[in-house]
């Protein structure tokens, strides 16, 4: 017969037939009765025959109070009833995070079913403008018109798919939050002391999101520089088309909606955008001496036996890197010594020969920089000098977000503080580049005053790239 009730004292399971002497007997009616327990011997001490009312911190189990004089003594204990007591209001508070994880995701659902459509909406606009563009143009012309339409397509099904897959594991991971909390709902409402506390450490682990809690959508431009890039090429003639042709593909496949989000807020999630980077020695000054494998930059009094290159700085002792930067990026440079620096990102289109405002990195409409002095900054771009406010660092952050249009310089120390941060429109990939001045040299702007020259360990002006970067 089936067992309705288990008795803590006796260690024993009844049907309702021997049940009845715990109701009519005196001595039976004191012991505890609970719900029938399927394997009772598991609530009571193998070692003691006792049952374990008491839960154990230290071990995270469950013990009688006999085991608190001997293998348990000196532990954190707690009576079992008072345990369930505090991780019920655990679970509660998982329910809580795993409720607004769904909400929050539910709006991101939302938001990527309307990106669909956008994109699907400005996908099909640039098709049909770029056809009406081509069809003024000659044959040859009409035939680009064929592969950007085809490149068009292309990148519409790989964004469009991209988002679906995104959504397509928010709704599963919902589903799956949805299983747990009714899981937790019914372990919370269970009677069952040792079931509950049996259950609860598997059941309350809640796993990270796989997203982060909101999607930043881009204002709605996402094949229009494609129309513009054609637009141009049509008021151009045919020897330049090749030129242009690469604009075109680089507009289509930056497309991405996804990969756009908040800028970080530590240090730990900067350097998620960051790897190693190098100088480019055929940029490099003759007289900057590169070590530590193409990362550190000297300023040297003799010049170095470089060869003959169309890249290399002449006048001005300055340097870019070897890799370009698209996407998002992180990088840090560090200098010793009490001149300054300049640290910079610019177009690869930069001049590179002459003494004039258009080769100095920041003095152009092709570079942006950052001048460190040993106590203030200066921002610069295309010859308007900006003082900027801050702590000065011999350590300083750039993070760059190609496809935004934001540049941010941040002090580096034992936190990070925005210096400045800029916010345009960048029309070709960028390299990070630096600016050493060297003993007579001197900006030639009054509101740049000269500073004495940077100084490194074995008395010549030195930079060197200890951070990373990265692009994506």
């Not at 075109?248 to 980077?277: A, M």
């Amino acid at each position: 017969m089936k067992a309705v009730k288990s008795c803590l004292i006796c260690f024993a399971s009844y049907c309702e037939n021997h049940l009845q002497p715990h109701y009519d007997a005196p001595p039976l009616k004191k012991h505890k009765l609970v719900d029938p327990y399927k394997k009772l011997q598991e609530i009571i001490c193998s070692r003691h025959d006792e049952v374990m009312k008491i839960f154990c911190r230290t071990d995270q189990q469950c013990i009688c109070y006999l085991c608190t004089m001997d293998e348990h003594k000196g532990h954190e204990t707690v009576p079992a009833a008072a345990e369930r007591a505090d991780r019920q209001k655990e679970l509660q508070e998982r329910r809580q995070q795993i409720q607004q994880r769904i909400q929050d995701q539910e709006k991101d659902v939302k938001l990527l079913q309307q990106e669909v459509e956008a994109i699907n909406g400005s996908a099909d606009k640039a098709v049909k403008d770029n056809e009406k563009i081509f069809t003024d143009l000659i044959h040859n012309i009409q035939r680009r018109s064929s592969d950007v339409k085809q490149q068009i397509r292309s990148q519409q099904e790989t964004e469009v798919s991209r988002v679906k897959e995104f959504q397509k594991k928010l709704e599963q991971e919902i589903t799956e939050l949805k299983r747990k909390d009714a899981e937790l709902e019914k372990l919370s409402i269970t009677e069952d002391l040792y079931q509950f506390l049996q259950n609860y450490p598997s059941l309350s682990a809640l796993s990270e999101s796989t997203h982060s809690s909101s999607i930043n959508i881009r204002p709605l431009r996402y094949f229009e520089d494609v129309t513009a890039a054609v637009s141009e090429l049509r008021e151009k003639m045919q020897d330049i088309l090749r030129e242009g042709w690469t604009n075109i593909l680089l507009s289509i496949t930056e497309v991405e909606v996804l990969l756009s989000g908040p800028e970080p807020k530590s240090r730990v999630g900067f350097l998620k955008y960051s790897k190693e980077i190098t100088l480019d020695l055929n940029t490099a000054h003759e007289k900057l001496l590169l070590s530590k494998g193409n990362r550190k930059v000297t300023v040297k009094e003799e010049d170095q036996p470089y060869p003959d290159h169309p890249d290399r700085f002449s006048d001005w002792f300055q340097i870019l890197s070897r890799e370009t930067l698209t996407g998002r990026c992180y990088w840090e440079v560090e200098w010793r010594g009490e001149g300054e620096v300049h640290l910079a990102v610019s177009y690869k289109s930069i001049s590179r020969k002459g003494y004039g405002d258009h080769i100095v990195l920041g003095f152009n409409a092709e570079s942006w920089s950052l001048s460190c002095y040993k106590d203030r900054y200066w921002f610069n771009h295309n010859n308007i000098h900006t003082p900027v406010s801050g702590p000065v660092s011999s350590r300083i952050g750039v993070y760059l977000d190609h496809r935004a249009g934001i540049l941010s310089f941040y002090s580096v120390s034992e936190t990070m503080t925005l210096l400045h941060r800029v916010q345009t429109t960048f029309t070709q990939p960028l390299y990070a580049g630096v600016w050493l001045e060297h003993f007579g040299t001197c900006m030639r702007h009054a509101e740049l005053d000269h500073l004495p020259p940077l100084i490194g360990a074995d008395g010549d002006p030195e930079l060197s790239f200890s951070g990373k970067i990265f692009a994506i």
